[in-house]
């Protein structure tokens, strides 16, 4: 219960040692207003909870409509200078109409027609790119030109010059992931324009960075001890992704236990020079959840966005749940339990596994100590 | 120029590729609210600024009325379970009447009367106390009774159960600093009620805490492989912090450079365990710049709370300058510069140094690779 | 020039304050040796000297004669219990006649006869095999049993149980490298005997170890935080490491300079969960020297054993100069400059590149801040 | 059991698989020595043994006799270039006559006459030197002169400049550390003459390095972030020393458990900038144990040395046990147990506790994974 005096809201609780109303006490809490100060003992119940509390909801976005937006968009937005993308945030409902998909997340598509190049910019954020469908646009970071394809998975480190360009003659729109919100919040933003146009329109099948590092288990040795800031791994590929899960199931389905749960396969994309997350914010995985399997509830600390890759099913976070297919984005706000279940839709002849992408702010909590996680079975 | 156009608010901006208004682009942004959407190119100049631009403003507090109201919140606002503490925050005025002196950080005053006692609990925000005058309370970390005294610097990370009791019949107050703002931002905190009562009132003068590590450069064999998640030496007492900022002017004074500056000496508290800063989210030191010296100006991503310990002076914080004196507190925002001129106040006779306590958010932007500073010689 | 004064060595050097030889001295020196003593300044100069100085040799084994004892053996000596393995090692002839290539490296060729089988066995030496010809051997870790190619590395982090075995109806030999000397050295040897005979003989193409791990940048997400103290990784095929180094020198052909030097590509085997060198105490690199170049003499603290794997050339290790083609091994004590060229050797048709395998001790001399490399550029 | 066939040593035992003496044997034999190789099979006892066995052997120096011949070497050896120091080093019984007190550790007693000056040099080799008896020595390490007092531990990292100068009328003995095998053994080490003679005699109480670091839980924030290769803080006073261990015995009276084991306090010297061991390559400790009390057998991996600071007792080490009192030095080889009990000799009506200074090579074991300890109790 909340009451208000002198412009000051005041919880009231039936706990002991809660100053009584009296005109004195407004006095000195007009004296707080006046000052810029605000007493503790009538916020600590938000403030303190005993267990963390999301301003952010469980939400889903589908696919198909975020895509009939993007493709407007297309049509009625330019790219270019000033906008430097047509990309367009999921906002979360709790979080006040920001283009904030959790607290520290944001989460766009961005859709780039043929012949269009969205122009060169560096920013302190870090940011990544995933493919749910399509192909044909190269992301240039500095000077090597990355091709995005379906399951593509395109970390962007902080602080990189880095354009995209469509060479092709279909539009293309894929996912974009970055800190925003994070480092809004943190106050730590730089940002440059780079060149307005890349002259070299080369467009090659492989990048030089997957040349020089997507090698398991390999470093370059005149790189190998280079400033570990930057991931120098630009494209982690679908082929790997898919190989890498399916063998997983595999081995569970001959008695080996390297899975999460049963049927419930995921890898995790790393840092090849530190062996740990891909971003210093953002730690991004692939779940693979075998059709007619259901994930145990699990909740932590922090929060994430989920993008089915493939497949269908059920998905239930909190007090919420929503049939979901491919390209279809939720939201797992902080401390609410997730569960998915991997099912044919009434419309769907698959009888494949759910395929499910995910990135969260881990890293951020695992830095300051803060990082909890549970099942059921924990508690 | 900002317009509004279906309720949402359009950046319009001579910038090129930016979408004319029409009826489409109307309808467009319609879906976009209707999805819960936002797109980038409306809000980039906000979310990606060239350089840090901070909500919260420069401030002032000055320790005349913010210990008067603690005195008067003494006689009106009992301490006890459920309000927990007499703690009356800074409220900084860009941070909408939220009790956060900056975006990531709390600081409070905190009284407590003779034979006062506040209740125990645990949470997992690191915490420190710092006394800027009196003594007479402990804080009883565990079964560890802590004195505080005037100077002393007293860290509390997070998940420790502690209490606060006075014993004397004097009242005592003090600063209370935390990463509340940030623990709420990130929405990690868990919190638990501890004893109501702490039976032993045992006071000693020397913590165990400090008898088993406040020796420098020393462990004990027992403990010295510990996990290092929690900081181990509880107090931090003025003599040692006094002597080591004596030392750097003398040292100075002989020829010797380990001042930051002329004049200007500082020591950072350590974690004795990791040698790095002594809270996972905090970094604390004491700044002592000497009488008619005047520090360079400089900035840096995050923002921190200061406070006069000794001596007088003037502080510019971006575009903002006030006079200061014992107990006085300011706030400085990411990336605006600060300077501070030592100097006799007009009703001051003390011909001593300027002492400045100042607790930051560095070891976040440290961790996530977004600290930067410079003062104007690095530009 | 030395002399020797009641059984002590004692440097006699034109340097100022050296003791001049008496009947006292003498006494001095026959209570020293009573006591167990040793002055100081009769041995500094060994002790400390400018520069390091290895009491190992460069030397050079060449494959043919090594394979052919090694096949000798085969048909004399049975593998089994007791004396584990069929290994022949170098033995450095500047140290004493022990199986040490380096002061800290042991290299050694081990065969294994159609149907043979090596005993498991755990040991806290880290070990790895390299494959320089032939193929048809399988080593067990654990239940993994792993299949041994040509051009593959394979690591053995200490204390794993392993066994190996031959199914096939060739016998196969390969190059064992650990750091017995080392360990020997260190005194920190531990050895355990596993199981006499490993029932299970399924030789799959891939480990159970790759199909989890030999994913570029991908960790399973149920082993990504375990421990990081064994390589999960148990196989390093050279299809990728051969791709890695062409992808190298195809770039440099571009213009691009991610070899060590014109015509020098390397990779370095990393460790998957900490991005660093593959093993605890052992560094291992494939280099490739293209057809015609040379390096540059480089030289470094600490040892290594080098094996040509394709190609041929002439190596040059301080004083010495040999011709090397495929199986020969060599090596380069502690500071002393390398340089090799590539180049036809008389009898070679092949017009390919010189591709050597190396590894070193580099991981102890960074662990213990002694590192140090230069090339002549350098100095 | 051995025999020798060839001039080959070869191991004779009763596992099974092991070559029978033959003439082709004999021949293959030959053929190994010729090609500089050494089988496996014929070594594997030795090398890979079930645990750790030293060459090094228990043994103990007594102060005395030590004292009295480094008195004598102060009459007859000059200290100067050349030489450079006066020192004089533990000889282990079991390592063929070397200076090498383990096969890591070097420790001398060093002694300095009245006016003498050690000249000053730099090397790879981390040093320390702690102080038995005596006063009156400066180290001069760069232009900082540390003053040498009775239970004082100065650590000298690797590659810094340092001089000894005796300003008094009065000789002074002291142990130096270094880590001399180690570096030796590694092959790692460089040298450097300074100046002949150090013109500045100024000889402080407290040198700028404890004027700067010697405060607990503070680092100076000039220094902070610098370079950590490097201990700043070069003197560990007894004071301090001697108070963390009272503290932790008096603890223990008030039944709280920070010793190791009843009655048996230990600190550890930490490097301030990270929390850890003192030196790259070695352990400081210092051990109280209470009289009357004894510590349970505890063995580890890696070597230390002992020197007793105070009192007298009893020490056990493998099969060894020696009584000891002041000055008099110990080793105690890998793997072998230590046990110590504290009681009066029957000479010392001294009624306090056995203080004991320790040093050990555990930071190399640790950093390489090769570390283990265990009591009895953990077996």
Do not use: C
């Amino acid at each position: 219960m909340t009451d208000t005096i002198g412009g000051v809201r005041i919880e009231m609780t039936d706990a002991p040692d809660q100053p009584a109303p009296s005109e004195q006490l407004l006095a000195l809490y007009r004296g707080f207003e006046q000052e810029l100060l605000v007493p503790l003992w009538a916020e600590i119940g938000e403030l303190m909870p005993a267990a963390p509390v999301s301003r952010a909801l469980p939400h889903r976005w589908t696919w198909s409509a975020l895509y009939a937006l993007a493709r407007q968009a297309g049509d009625l937005v330019p790219v270019g200078r000033g906008g430097e993308r047509r990309a367009i945030a999921l906002a979360n409902p709790g979080l006040g109409g920001r283009p904030f998909a959790t607290p520290t997340l944001w989460a766009a598509i961005q859709y780039l027609g043929a012949g269009e190049e969205a122009p060169e910019h560096r920013h302190t954020q870090n940011a990544f790119r995933f493919v749910v469908e399509g192909e044909g646009v190269w992301t240039v970071v500095g000077d090597d030109p990355v091709a995005m394809r379906r399951g593509d998975f395109l970390p962007q480190a902080g602080w990189n010059f880095h354009a995209h360009f469509n060479p092709g003659d279909a539009p293309m729109a894929w996912i974009d992931g970055l800190d925003i919100p994070y480092a809004h919040y943190a106050e730590t933003t730089f940002f440059d324009f780079g060149r307005d146009r890349i002259e070299d329109r080369s467009a090659p099948e492989t990048s030089k960075s997957e040349r020089l590092w997507a090698h398991p288990g390999l470093a370059p040795v005149a790189a190998a001890d280079a400033s570990v800031g930057t991931t120098p791994l630009l494209a982690y590929r679908w082929e790997h992704t898919d190989a890498a899960l399916t063998a997983q199931l595999e081995l569970e389905a001959q008695g080996e236990t390297h899975t999460i749960e049963p049927g419930h396969a995921a890898v995790r994309f790393l840092h090849p020079q530190t062996g740990g997350d891909v971003l210093p914010t953002i730690r991004a995985e692939m779940h693979r959840v075998r059709r007619g399997a259901q994930t145990a509830p699990r909740r932590e600390t922090g929060s994430s966005v989920w993008q089915v890759f493939d497949g269908s099913g059920r998905v239930r976070v909190g007090d919420e749940e929503w049939s979901v297919s491919r390209g279809d984005l939720f939201v797992v706000p902080s401390w609410q339990p997730l569960s998915v279940v991997s099912e044919a839709s009434t419309d769907d002849s698959d009888s494949g596994a759910l395929d499910l992408f995910r990135f969260s702010d881990a890293p951020i909590h695992l830095a300051m100590h803060q990082f909890r996680s549970e099942t059921e079975d924990d508690r």
